[in-house]
């Protein structure tokens, strides 16, 4: 799976990709990111972004610097014309968007060998953006956030999480295990502030039948 990431502000994303599960994805191969930074077409002097047609606050990202971007992306396509393949899926961030579920994130992994994530700022992304590129508008939640890049950083992480090979093992998936979201580990009796706190005594019988009814909540 390759992620290609459009955004001004790149660098928000290296703490987190070198990190943990993420970090050894990539040095393992079962991922890529590339990054695509419409500022390097700006012109010398003149700002990414511009005041809205209509009036109103804040600045809008240009489009053209966006699509300048876009255009660097390649992806190898064995159909005529149609430069990004069937395998590719353009996502731009809105929060009027399509709600990002683990549904969404299983059915990308599974459909695409290529993720554009368009990450705005401001006041958003010229309109003819989306329009042009036909870009899936999704949002992460009921929230506004200042820009894209932590959108971004939700579908990578929850996407490459359903690729094979990135947990180690398929029981490790959090949305795999039984209802109940309660973990417990060592130690047993656990005191705090002069009160003991303990593991569920079913939880250390090692009784798999009565565990795994514990663990659906019956």
């Known amino acids: 799976m390759q992620f290609h990431i459009i955004t001004i502000f790149p660098e928000m994303f290296d ?3 070198k990190g943990s599960i993420i970090g ?3 040095k393992d191969k079962k ?3 590339k ?3 419409p500022m390097d077409f700006c012109e010398p002097k003149k700002r990414v972004d511009a005041r809205p047609y209509g009036g109103g606050p804040g600045m809008v990202l240009r489009p053209e610097l966006f699509l300048k971007a876009f255009s660097k992306i390649k992806i190898p396509s064995k159909i005529p014309r149609v430069p990004l ?3 590719a899926k353009i996502i731009l961030f809105s929060t009027s968007g399509k709600k990002f579920t683990t549904g969404y994130a299983k059915g ?5 060998t290529d993720i554009i994530l368009i990450s705005g700022r401001y006041e958003g992304i010229d309109a003819r953006v989306q329009k042009i590129l036909r870009a899936e508008e999704v949002s992460i939640g009921d929230y506004v956030l ?3 890049e932590l959108p971004a950083m939700v579908l990578i992480d929850s996407i490459s999480r359903q690729i094979p090979g990135v947990l180690g093992k398929y029981e490790s998936l959090e949305e795999e295990r039984v209802s109940t979201s309660e973990v417990y580990t060592r130690p047993e009796v656990l005191k705090y502030k002069g009160k003991n706190y303990k593991v569920p005594k079913v939880l ?3 009784n798999h039948k009565k565990i795994d009814e514990w663990k659906k909540g019956g």
Request: charged content about 20%; glycine content about 16%; cysteine-free.
């Open 35 to 37: 990054f695509y930074n």
């Open 108 to 112: 990308a992994a599974k459909k695409f």
């Open 146 to 148: 200042t820009g894209g």
């Open 85 to 87: 393949g069937k395998k």
């Open 204 to 206: 250390l019988s090692g």
């Open 31 to 33: 991922i890529s990111i």
């Open 24 to 26: 050894r994805a990539i």
């Open 15 to 17: 703490s987190y990709l």
